[in-house]
Each structure stands twice: as C-alpha cells, then as structure tokens.
C-alpha cells in the first residue's frame, strides 16, 4: 500500500479576499439580488451535539453545524476519479471497479490521491452507493457498457424473501478503509462517509440496474406498493446500520445522496422517499447525535424545503438552483452545500474564480461548505481543481459582524 505523506498545494492566488468579507446582510446578486438579512435569531441545532463545543474539530464539520468559520470548507463530489492521471494509471493496474472499491489498500490510496494533490477539506471514501447491497441479499455485477448490473430485480412478495439484515461484516474493507483515512489524515480534515438514499437504492433493485425512465418502479407504487413499502424499509434499516457502523469507523460526516429523488414529482417524493429518509436521520441520531447529515439530490430545485424537513444538518444544492434562492428558501437555520456548475472547471480560471466568489458571497458566512453542484465530470483540468481549493483557502471571512450582531442582541434581550 502507498501511503506518502500529503503535500500542501502551495496557493497561486495573489489575494486574500478581504473584499468578500462576508457579513451577515448583504446584497447577493444584481437585479435579482437577494438580500439576505440578519433573522431575529441565530441558528440553533436541532440534536445534541457530541463534541459540538469542540476547537478541534475539522473546518467542514463546524460548517456543517453552522458554527463561525473564517472560511467555507471545501470539497468536491467524486474528487476522486478519472479526471486525474495518477487515478486512470491506478485503474490501467486494477481494472475492475469493484476491486478498487471493494480492497482496503486501494480504497486509502484512492481516497488519498486528491488529499496528497489539492488539500481539501473533507476526504470523502473511495467507494459506491450499491456497495453494500451483497452485504444484506442483492448480489450485482458492474459491466463495462450497462454499468451495474441486479440479475434478479425485486418485483415481488417472492422477491423480498431473499432479504436479510446487513451484514457489516462483509463491508469490513469499508471499516478498515475509514479507521486508516482518518489516522493518515490527522485531523486536518474531515473523513466523508456516504449512502445512498432508500428511493435511490431501490430503483437499481428494481429496475435491474441504471434507467432513464424509471417507469417499473413508479408503476410499482400503484400496482404493488406493498411490496416497495416492505424494500424501502428493509433498506432503511440497513442503510441506517451502514451509517452508523462507518461513523464507529472514523467519518466524521455522512453525505445521503438520493440521486434519483428528483425523478420523482415532489408530492410522490413526500410519500415514497421523504418518511424513510427521514427515519434514517431519526435512527442514526439517536446513537450518533454529533454527526452531521448531509442530503443532496440531483435536480431539487422544486424539493428545497421538503428536503429541510427531513431534519439533516445539510442540504446540498444542485448547480441549476441559484445559490441566493437556495439561501432565501432553505433560511439560515440550515447549513447548504454547493453548487458551482462543474462545467465551470473547463472555463478559464478568472471566470472559475467569479463564479465561486459569487457562490459564497450568496451562501454567506455561517452553515456553507463549498462544493460543486454535481460530481467532477471526466476530463476535467487538474489545474482548475487546484485552482478551486485555493481560491477556497484564500477567503477570509469578517467574523467580527457575527460577534458584534451576537452582543447588540444580548443587550437587546
């Protein structure tokens, strides 16, 4: 296993971004600015906190809480990938993905690369939504053109027979994988695990693998929903003990992703993926109480405050929801994630480097962790990357609006 010491990407930005010292009210934006003023009170959380007092804790985690920070953590989805040489020379060795997502060795050294590279914030884990599916009764496969692949989708009472209690013994590497991130990382940033949502997961089982249309599964709502009801709770369940069992490992946040939540309309989201995530955040809180939650889903835009009322710490923002609105609807009690287009990593740098100050300048000071609005796509510049964290290690936020509007509101009281 090759475990070199990171290496701190030296900044090749000739600013501190004092003029983006961002302050609790500002105007956000031209003729659509929002304006986003102090609210009568400050946020509080919603769960008891387990070390939430902590100085020690990472940059990312803090955000994710929406305490001060003197600037937005950042990471980005799929950090780790195909974008980067050193990864495809990786996968020329090793060219099964589910060797590289399934062997600790290569879990570390594949999370590890764009830590060593870029510095980021959060150090998410190498691994896949559909990992743990063989771990409680759904064997799959990954072909080259299909992409995953489920033998015998899950259609019927028959089918639901061949579930079973996750086994997390079968997911060690993943354990293993997050015990040693977070020793090799030492603090200096947070350990990202993640899930898939229950809805999400089970239009893989049930579809057989990738769709475009999705029409099995929401057909199934209708003419079987006893039997999807009876999945997404089985897959509740495991997803919450999966959860639990990788912040036992070492993460120190969990990011949920229901990718496939906006295929559906949002009143069919309230009823077929809301309860169970929302069971999911309720579980893991009672024997996780001081890990974030972070929720994303692609194309959420009509989903925004639905999705506030799971109850995560965290929603995370598509690139095609303006990061203003996004901040005007979800208020300043919850944290967001986001949401620079990824496309803007093929631009040049100077545009790169406006659109992220506008996305922070937007989101504002408190509860942001700055990411794009969907994963790294292939092909991506290494160089832009490099540019995003260092435009992001370069802000320095004005906290002294935060302690002086705190004092004003003591004495007020």
């Known amino acids: 296993m090759i475990l070199s010491s990171p290496t701190s990407v030296s900044s090749t930005i000739g600013w501190k971004s004092s003029s983006l010292s961002v302050q609790i009210g500002f105007l956000c934006g031209g003729q659509n600015g929002v304006l986003l003023s102090p609210s009568s009170k400050f946020r509080c959380n919603k769960f008891p906190r387990a070390c939430s007092l902590s100085s020690s804790d990472p940059l990312l985690v803090k955000a994710a809480r929406g305490d001060p920070v003197s600037r937005p953590p950042a990471w980005m989805m799929r950090q780790a990938g195909r974008y980067m040489a050193v990864y495809r020379k990786l996968a020329e060795k090793y060219p099964s993905f589910r060797e590289r997502s399934e062997t600790t060795d290569l879990i570390v050294e594949i999370s590890l690369q764009p830590w060593e590279a870029f510095h980021p914030d959060g150090v998410i884990i190498f691994s896949d939504i559909l990992t743990p599916l063989p771990a409680f009764g759904v064997p799959f496969d990954i072909e080259e053109v299909r992409g995953p ?49 229950p809805w999400t997961i089970a239009t893989y089982i049930v579809e057989g693998g990738t769709t475009r249309t999705y029409t099995t599964i929401k057909s199934m709502c209708h003419t079987a929903p006893h039997v999807l009801r009876a999945l997404l709770s089985h897959l509740t369940k ?17 990011q949920i992703f229901d990718s496939w939540g906006g295929q559906l309309p949002p009143n069919m989201w309230e009823q077929w993926s809301k309860p169970y995530i929302e069971e999911i955040v309720s579980l893991v809180r009672t ?17 925004l405050e639905r999705m506030k009322g799971t109850g995560v710490d965290v929603i995370g923002l598509d690139w095609t929801v303006d990061m203003a609105d996004g901040r005007q609807r979800l208020g300043n009690g919850i944290s967001i994630q986001g949401n620079v287009d990824p496309a803007y990593l093929f631009s040049p740098l100077p545009a790169l480097t406006d659109e992220i100050r506008r996305v922070v300048k937007c989101a504002g000071s408190r509860g942001h962790i700055l990411n794009l609005g969907h994963g790294v796509l292939v092909g991506t510049p290494e160089e832009a990357v490099a540019h995003f964290f260092d435009v992001a290690r370069n ?8 302690d002086h509007m705190m004092e004003k509101r003591k004495l007020v009281v």
Do not use: M, W
């Open 395 to 402: 802000f320095k936020f004005d906290t002294s609006a935060d």
């Open 287 to 303: 024997k996780c109480p001081g890990t974030p939650l972070v929720l994303y889903i692609n194309g959420n835009g009509g989903l």
């Open 149 to 197: 692949v489920i033998q015998s989708p899950l259609r019927s009472e028959e089918g639901l027979k061949a579930l079973h209690p996750i086994d997390l013994e079968k997911l060690h590497f993943v354990g293993e994988s997050l015990r040693i991130l977070r020793r090799e990382v030492r603090g200096q940033a947070a350990i990202l695990g993640f899930v898939g949502a």
């Open 238 to 254: 495991a997803i919450s003990d999966y959860i639990v069992f990788q912040v036992n490992s070492g993460a120190d946040c969990i």
